[in-house]
Nanobody
């Protein structure tokens, strides 16, 4: 059984930074893609960033380009999201997802429970 667990969310002021961590356990393959999504109150869930298994392909939403950086440690089945220059509009619950097909476009098979991020103005 696959378990996906996020951590690192919290409260930060505008311009601050946070680093989210997601670890997946129970995977039968390491050639999976991993991604971060977010869902703000009253809005649909949207993709923030994704990375393929070899880390040679990444994907970012336009709203976070040049501010967020995704990386992974395959030995630990862990993906990170470094979030810099945070803005109030980044406030959301951030979810980690794992895609068995290994591409940054999904599909996304396993999800974590989410970690909340609040950026105060």
């Amino acid at each position: 059984q696959v378990h996906v667990v996020e951590s690192g969310g919290g409260l930060v002021q505008t311009g601050g930074f946070l680093r989210l961590t997601c670890t997946a356990s129970g995977l039968t393959s390491r050639t999976v893609a991993m991604a971060w999504f977010r869902q703000a109150p009253g809005k649909v869930r949207e993709i923030v960033s994704a990375i393929n298994w070899s880390s040679n392909t990444t994907r970012y939403a336009d709203a976070v380009k040049a501010r967020f950086t995704v990386s992974r440690d395959n030995a630990e089945s862990t993906v990170y999201l470094q979030m810099d220059s945070l803005k109030p509009e980044d406030t959301a619950v951030y979810y980690c997802a794992v895609g068995s097909k290994g591409t940054v476009y999904g599909p996304w098979d396993y999800w974590g429970q989410g970690t909340p991020v609040t950026v105060s103005s």
